[in-house]
């Protein structure tokens, strides 16, 4: 037992040690910038199920929307938000600009909110990041594509 080496840290261990939070949260923040440019800038339509699936799916995993905040906003339960996530079922066309709405200034709030921590603005993040909106063309191009999808299993 002498002879026993004691365990070395795991790969996914030692990253998280290199990884610097104030980075991480940077990257969050532009994340954050990048969704809400897409969805004010785009043709963004919550009343189309794929675009609503889409907007639920992304808030809940990647930015500070949570299952609860919704449940507790909207008065559903944590299996429609999940059925919401999957495609398998949307709220009434006329409520989901309301969700959507709702999703965006959370996702606003928490960005801004990041801002008055840091001190940084909406200018220096982007522009040190540099930012093109390429990514929002594929974004258009892979919802066209789950359209057509759609549309040829009908």
Not at 21 to 41: D, G, R
Not at 55 to 62: D, N, P, W, Y
Not at 105 to 130: H, I, N, Q, R
Request: proline share 3%; with cysteine.
């Amino acid at each position: 037992m002498a002879n026993v080496k004691p365990r070395t840290q795991s790969r996914k261990g030692a990253a998280k040690k290199n990884c610097n939070s104030s980075e991480i949260k940077k990257c969050h923040a532009m994340a954050m910038l990048l969704f809400l440019t897409l969805v004010e800038t785009s043709d963004f339509d919550p009343k189309d199920p794929l675009t609503f699936e889409t907007l639920i799916k992304e808030a809940t995993t990647r930015y500070d929307v949570s299952v609860a905040d919704i449940c507790e906003q909207f008065s559903v339960n944590a299996s429609t938000v999940a059925r919401w996530a999957n495609g398998d079922n949307a709220p009434y066309k006329i409520i989901r600009p309301i969700i959507a709405e709702w999703i965006v200034e959370k996702v606003d709030a928490s960005l801004k909110k990041y801002y008055s921590d840091t001190g940084e603005s909406a200018y220096t993040l982007m522009s040190s990041a540099k930012l093109n909106l390429a990514s929002k063309e594929s974004s258009k191009k892979s919802i066209q594509k789950k359209k057509q999808k759609e549309a040829a299993a009908v």
